[in-house]
T-cell receptor, first 112, second 116 residues
Framework: LAKTTQPISMDSYEGQEVNITCSHNNIATNDYITWYQQFPSQGPRFIIQGYKTKVTNEVASLFIPADRKSSTLSLPRVSLSDTAVYYCLVGDMNSGNTPLVFGKGTRLSVIA | SAVISQKPSRDICQRGTSLTIQCQVDSQVTMMFWYRQQPGQSLTLIATANQGSEATYESGFVIDKFPISRPNLTFSTLTVSNMSPEDSSIYLC?????????????FGPGTRLTVL
């Protein structure tokens, strides 16, 4: 399974756009990139998933360059409630048979 | 997305006892997984719960310690046996659900276990 590398932590002020970049140099052809958000004592919450270029939903955007060796999660205008740990994972989401393997994640702290 | 519930949401147990955690999904799913998250750590996969056959365990986890049942496509249980304080963790159930051409993995709310 492709391994991911993310910054351990990030700080941001309320109202700013936050971009969290994840490296996955060994991503396989069938791998998708998925991001989760986790609050303390809760299960990870699915944010966004993509394969290439750009994906946007009501919560975030995901930017994936052509070589797919990295990806960037963009959170527009963060608020205090966005303080959480964000995980970037890669895996074959076509078969759905292989569970995702979690790295350490990025702890985002939003400051008023 | 799949709606996943877990029971109990939390428990405090004495060492040497066992606890069974239930995971219920609102739709039939083929793949179900159990993860553990120790305090301050990331998630670690315990096993894949296979319907109609024995679970598949990851390195470092054994069936005698973490027996798993999967009687149907919407339900699974994980038992933490002969508990010690080192078993204090959040235990999470996870399922894979398809949407179009790709699948997505979803997680339950977790069961917070404290072993005294």
């Amino acid at each position: 399974l492709a391994k991911t590398t993310q910054p351990i932590s990030m700080d941001s002020y309320e109202g700013q756009e936050v971009n969290i970049t994840c490296s996955h140099n060994n991503i396989a052809t069938n791998d998708y990139i998925t991001w989760y958000q986790q609050f303390p004592s809760q299960g990870p919450r699915f944010i966004i998933q993509g394969y290439k270029t750009k994906v946007t939903n009501e919560v975030a955007s995901l930017f994936i360059p052509a070589d797919r060796k990295s990806s960037t999660l963009s959170l527009p205008r963060v608020s205090l409630s966005d303080t959480a740990v964000y995980y970037c994972l890669v895996g074959d989401m076509n078969s759905g048979n292989t569970p995702l393997v979690f790295g350490k994640g990025t702890r985002l702290s939003v400051i008023a | 997305s799949a709606v996943i519930s877990q029971k109990p949401s939390r428990d405090i147990c004495q060492r040497g006892t066992s606890l069974t955690i239930q995971c219920q999904v609102d739709s039939q799913v083929t793949m179900m997984f159990w993860y553990r998250q120790q305090p301050g750590q990331s998630l670690t996969l315990i096993a894949t719960a296979n319907q109609g056959s024995e679970a598949t365990y990851e390195s470092g986890f054994v069936i005698d310690k973490f027996p798993i049942s999967r009687p149907n496509l919407t339900f699974s249980t994980l038992t933490v046996s002969n508990m010690s304080p080192e078993d204090s963790s959040i235990y999470l159930c996870s399922v894979v659900q398809g949407a179009g051409s790709t699948d997505t993995q979803y997680f339950g709310p977790g069961t917070r276990l404290t072993v005294l």
